[in-house]
């Protein structure tokens, strides 16, 4: 299949971006990497009127780490990220980017993007609603900034209204005691996952862990963020298992069953990954911590 007929425009400046999506009666979406967008449209899954191109917008191609944040701009594409000594600040964009799509995706599709798509299956999604990060979105009335806790709606549904371009993500920088990881599992690598976990977990003082929280992909509408401290405060950060996690993780998760997973595998896929992904962020606690 094909887009149905639009209108296309190519705007200089975020000002002329945000004139074209203001009009009430068309349905505009904003093209950046369209990773996404574009399949949607091609099965007229997505029938916008308008279709307005950002990727003049070269003000919004940044990675910054100022003030504690990682900022991601809205047309920094995925291997930019990758690659940017700023988003170091937090190992964890690197670590979930890798398991994103496959080189030629990445290359052209962007992170905010990605979060935009508000896809419960993507990575960066979950990063963000794991690190309680925000997104920041401005129109021809003003701007505003989005927590990641109000961000995510539903699948492929976020608070981004009508009129709004997401400009800008702003992920919290890792604390020097605390250490990340990440896991998923997939058909084949660049698959949509199976289910996946983040992980973010601190040590306290004596070396012992003190928390841990884990955002879960492809479990529900939206990531699921649970806390697993209850499962690991006053664990030693060497354990090889952490069994008590995994039983959380599959006590409290409620995912559904499809053509690639039944619910009772993807359940007990979140418990293995939840060990995997808090033993690596673990390991990082430990090295963040002895330097």
Not at 188 to 207: F, P, S
Request: hydrophobic content about 45%.
């Amino acid at each position: 299949m094909k887009p149905r007929p639009l209108a296309y425009t190519r705007p200089e400046s975020v000002a002329e971006a945000l004139a074209a999506l203001a009009p009430t009666d068309l349905d505009a979406k904003v093209l950046a990497g369209g990773q996404s967008l574009v399949p949607l449209m091609s099965m007229r899954l997505a029938s916008p009127d308008l279709l307005v191109d950002i990727n003049r917008l070269a003000e919004l191609g940044y990675v910054t780490a100022t003030d504690g944040q990682v900022r991601v701009g809205a047309l920094a594409r995925h291997t930019e990220v990758l690659a940017s000594r700023a988003a170091a600040a937090q190992p964890l964009l690197a670590q979930a980017l890798r398991f994103v799509a496959h080189p030629a995706i990445r290359n052209r599709g962007t992170t905010v993007g990605s979060i935009v798509h508000a896809d419960p299956a993507g990575e960066m999604p979950a990063v963000l609603a794991l690190l309680g990060g925000t997104v920041d979105v401005a129109s021809s009335a003003g701007q505003r900034s989005i927590p990641a806790e109000e961000f995510f709606l539903g699948p492929l549904e976020s608070a981004v209204q009508p009129g709004e371009l997401a400009t800008e993500v702003c992920f919290p920088a890792l604390e020097r005691a605390a250490g990340t990881g990440f896991a998923e599992i997939s058909r084949r690598r660049g698959d949509y996952a199976v289910c996946g976990v983040a992980v973010i977990a601190w040590l306290a003082a004596d070396g012992r862990i003190s928390g841990a929280k884990a955002s879960y992909l492809s479990v529900g509408p939206t990531p699921v963020v649970l806390d697993l401290s209850d499962a690991v405060a006053g664990d030693p950060p060497d354990a090889r298992y952490f069994p008590a996690a995994a039983s959380l993780a599959r006590a409290r998760l409620q995912p559904g069953s499809d053509i690639h997973a039944t619910t009772g595998y993807r359940r007990h896929l979140a418990g293995v990954l939840t060990e995997r992904a808090l033993t690596e962020a673990l390991a990082h606690a430990r090295v963040a911590i002895a330097a």
